[in-house]
């Protein structure tokens, strides 16, 4: 079995960065796929970035690309999101995930197993 704790959700400005982390523990994290999804209210749970077992591949949504940032610790089975230029629409509950993931599904919510329980990230105007 495979637990996650995301951390750094908070209040912030338009325009603030902020940096969450996840950490995991369990068997063979450091050889699953780690990503970040984010729901808003009434909304679906979206795809924003992932990282393949090594970090040496990394996958944005659209809507993220150049403002944020996927990284990984394996050494501390850690995963990061740094997000620069927040915007009021990136106001969401932020959840990592894992599992051993292929190419081509690391985008897809229905292709990881493990969860953690959500971090609140809220952007005023």
């Known amino acids: 079995q495979v637990q996650l704790v995301e951390s750094g959700g908070g209040l912030v400005q338009a325009g603030d960065s902020l940096r969450l982390s996840c950490a995991a523990s369990?068997?063979?994290?450091?050889?699953?796929?780690m990503g970040w999804f984010r729901q808003a209210p009434g909304k679906e749970r979206d795809f924003v970035a992932a990282i393949t077992w090594n970090g040496g591949t990394t996958y944005y949504a659209a809507s993220v690309k150049g403002r944020f940032t996927i990284s990984r610790d394996n050494s501390k089975n850690t995963v990061y999101l740094e997000m620069d230029s927040l915007k009021p629409e990136d106001t969401a509950v932020y959840y990592c995930?894992?599992?051993?993931?292929?190419?081509?599904?690391?985008?897809?919510?229905?292709?990881?197993?493990?969860w953690g329980q959500g971090t609140q990230v809220t952007v005023s105007s």
């Open positions: 995930a894992t599992d051993q993931v292929i190419t081509g599904r690391t985008s897809t919510r229905h292709a990881y197993r493990f």
């Open positions: 369990g068997r063979t994290c450091s050889s699953y796929t």
